[in-house]
């Protein structure tokens, strides 16, 4: 890893981008067609680190990833050998540092009649993983690992009796520890229902559904049935992933004078949080050539410099926006008043302990700029910012680009184990750099 100076723009930033596939929808591309009897070609894939490890465990079970060479690994054909055609991997799976190959494929795997063992970088080796084995655990899985089968390397070894369909109450909103009830779900004796708290990103529903497989929502459960055979469909095309959006949504709010048009950006409803709190902070966003995407929304967005305010960001909005809070923070330190953050304890739990880094950070080019009371924080905007700090990502993607915005909209910063951003974003930094010429 190596560190990144970034400069303050020097005018404002002008362009059109092409936004990089979705990183949720990427993964579960693969592994919903790695399940299929066809062939299933997938477009706009994110070639992130993140999901090219989902993409070795499937071919580490036997199904063929074919990646076309000249298109960056953006475009793949997936060939699997059916719903039950997995075959057992001939060494550990590793996950890298990628907690949704990991907690999705514990559920898929946990339903499989061989031993799994998985692996993973040391940040990912750290994360609890007990939201989810402790609801497979009650559907008879078998998982073992460090921390009382919490941690790290995890083992799944074949359910004696099969797994058993349930209704599970959960006491976080996380697409991911749905989704892996759901993939078990699949393989259950009966139905299998997750009821949440607040309604969770739905594509694994969505993309569920482009294979064949309905699943019933009511309120905020949703439940799937046993699945016999996936319908696959001949192509998937991944939207632009809003979340890597959002750095320039911000950077292109906050550096004045600046205009870009995102193209094909991902607007999944259950996505959009970044979207209602900004255009509540004041900013000039337009919508252009709305369509559907891969079975999901999608538009151009073009965004045009705006003076922020500060609002308030409540704890029911977190599951549509939780990746997109530090990015948030940095557009709050540029903005008029303060921004509230309510019930962002999920922060702590992420690649690094965000919410921690957050505050360093902000403190760090402003003194005082932001306080944090348990799981809440505010960010008092409007600020001056002390120049050439020195940032610690913590190996942490999200905030190593959240930074990175910071650095060009105020006077440069210097950016700790910068090559992170690989996990999700690849051309962050030269598209970046091309902006700021």
Not at 114 to 133: C, H, K, N, Q, W
Not at 198 to 219: C, I, N, P, Y
Not at 232 to 259: F, K, M, N, R, T
């Amino acid at each position: 890893m190596s560190d990144k100076f970034i400069s303050r723009a020097a005018h404002g930033l002008r362009g059109t981008l092409d936004i990089p596939g979705d990183k949720s929808i990427s993964h579960r591309s693969i592994m919903l067609s790695a399940l299929a009897d066809t062939p299933v070609e997938i477009s706009n894939f994110l070639p992130g680190q993140d999901c090219l490890s989902t993409a070795a465990c499937f071919q580490a079970m036997g199904v063929d990833v074919e990646f076309a060479a000249a298109t960056g690994k953006t475009r793949l054909q997936v060939t699997g050998h059916g719903l039950h055609g997995l075959q057992e991997p001939p060494h550990i799976l590793d996950a890298g540092n990628s907690g949704t190959t990991l907690r999705l494929m514990l559920g898929l795997m946990a339903a499989q009649p061989f031993l799994t063992t998985f692996t993973g970088d040391a940040s990912l080796s750290e994360r609890p993983m007990g939201r989810v084995v402790k609801p497979l655990s009650q559907m008879g899985a078998q998982i073992y690992g460090r921390a009382e089968n919490t941690k790290l390397p995890l083992t799944i070894v074949p359910a004696a009796g099969g797994l058993h369909g349930f209704t599970y109450e959960s006491p976080v909103a996380s697409a991911q520890v749905k989704s892996a009830l759901l993939l078990a779900g699949m393989y259950a004796d009966g139905p299998t229902t997750v009821v949440e708290p607040e309604v969770s990103r739905d594509h694994t529903e969505r993309m569920l559904a482009a294979f064949g497989v309905e699943t019933q929502r009511t309120g905020k459960a949703v439940t799937i049935r046993p699945v016999e055979k996936f319908t696959a469909p001949a192509s998937i095309e991944v939207p632009g992933d809003i979340s890597s959006a959002a750095y320039w949504l911000v950077a292109g709010s906050i550096i004045p004078e600046s205009e870009l048009l995102l193209r094909n950006v991902g607007l999944n409803p259950t996505r959009t949080g970044i979207i209602d709190v900004l255009q509540d902070m004041g900013a000039n966003l337009t919508f252009e050539n709305q369509r559907e995407s891969g079975g999901e929304p999608a538009a151009d967005i073009r965004v045009r410099a705006a003076q922020l305010h500060g609002t308030t960001v409540t704890e029911d909005m977190m599951p549509r926006l939780i990746d997109e809070l530090p990015i948030i923070a940095i557009a709050a330190l540029f903005a008029d008043g303060d921004t509230r953050v309510l019930g962002a304890h999920e922060l702590r739990v992420k690649e690094s302990d965000r919410l921690h880094g957050l505050e360093v950070a902000c403190n760090a080019v402003a003194p005082g700029s932001l306080t944090v009371d348990g799981d809440d924080f505010t960010v008092h905007g409007g600020q001056t910012l002390q120049a050439g700090q020195t940032l610690a990502s913590e190996l942490d993607h999200r905030m190593a680009m959240s930074y990175a915005i910071l650095g060009a909209a105020g006077a440069g910063v210097r950016i700790q184990d910068a090559d992170c951003v690989n996990i999700s974003y690849p051309q962050f930094y030269p598209t970046l750099e091309h902006l700021l010429k």
